[in-house]
């Protein structure tokens, strides 16, 4: 008995799913004639494909596929670009070696892409300088980063700034870093900000200033919905451990 009541809830449930999408007829009344194989056609032939290129799925496959086979949209990237090598297809690689760190391969296509044309983007500044910063060579993406200010001294990005601080500590100009840090800080989202620019001004001489902004990360912590917590667990942990290495 409670069989055949959960198979009508379940029918009810797709007849309305139909009617609220647009698709009543006929699957109202295959549904409603055809008990349990009606509603299985209709999610078979209906919800399933919707369902498969719904963005949201469609970023949890990709998620779920890079997880398993990493090198998998590497390898059909760079058989597209073989077959046609156009714009699109090397900056679609560029992005996936960046991804996987490929960052020789990643400078090679970006490099490419800038002598183009149609290369005069400046995302295109931006990635060849993220390609550069990842090799070990901060100098060559401060270069980069610079002639990107100099061609569009309007364009704003936040990980163009913070790849910019980063340069310019990497290369000892620790001051400067501090500066471009405490900019950033005003409108940054997340907390990476908040703990590179801790970290340096202890390194700088300046502990309480960095003890006062690893404690209101701390408390931050503590009112930030779960999902933040989560997504910024790595800079909260590098906080935490900071107050727990300070004396007394």
Request: charged residues 25%; glycine residues 8%.
């Amino acid at each position: 008995m409670f069989g055949y009541g959960f198979l009508f809830l379940l029918d009810v449930a797709f007849i309305v799913h139909a009617a609220k999408t647009g698709r009543f007829w006929p699957w109202a009344y295959v549904i409603l004639f055809i008990p349990g194989l009606g509603t299985a056609a209709y999610v078979l032939l209906e919800v399933l494909p919707e369902y498969r290129h719904a963005p949201q799925a469609r970023r949890v496959r990709a998620g779920v596929s890079a997880r398993i086979n990493p090198n998998q949209r590497y390898r059909a990237l760079h058989a597209d670009l073989e077959t046609v090598d156009t714009l699109g297809n090397r900056l679609a690689l560029a992005e996936e070696c960046l991804r996987l760190k490929r960052y020789d391969e990643a400078l090679h296509h970006y490099e490419g892409i800038i002598a183009r044309p149609m290369g005069d983007e400046p995302v295109y500044y931006l990635g060849k300088a993220q390609a550069e910063f990842g090799l070990g060579e901060p100098r060559m993406a401060i270069v980069t980063l610079d002639e990107l200010k100099r061609l569009w001294p309007a364009y704003q990005s936040q990980d163009g700034h913070l790849l910019y601080a980063k340069s310019l500590e990497a290369c000892g100009r620790d001051v400067d870093a501090l500066a471009e840090y405490d900019g950033l800080a005003r409108y940054f989202a997340g907390q990476e900000v908040q703990l590179r620019r801790l970290l340096l001004l202890d390194r700088l001489g300046r502990p309480d200033e960095a003890e006062a902004i690893a404690s209101a990360m701390m408390r931050y912590h503590k009112k930030a919905p779960r999902h933040a917590r989560q997504q910024q667990a790595e800079w909260f942990s590098g906080a935490k451990s900071y107050l727990k290495g300070r004396p007394g």
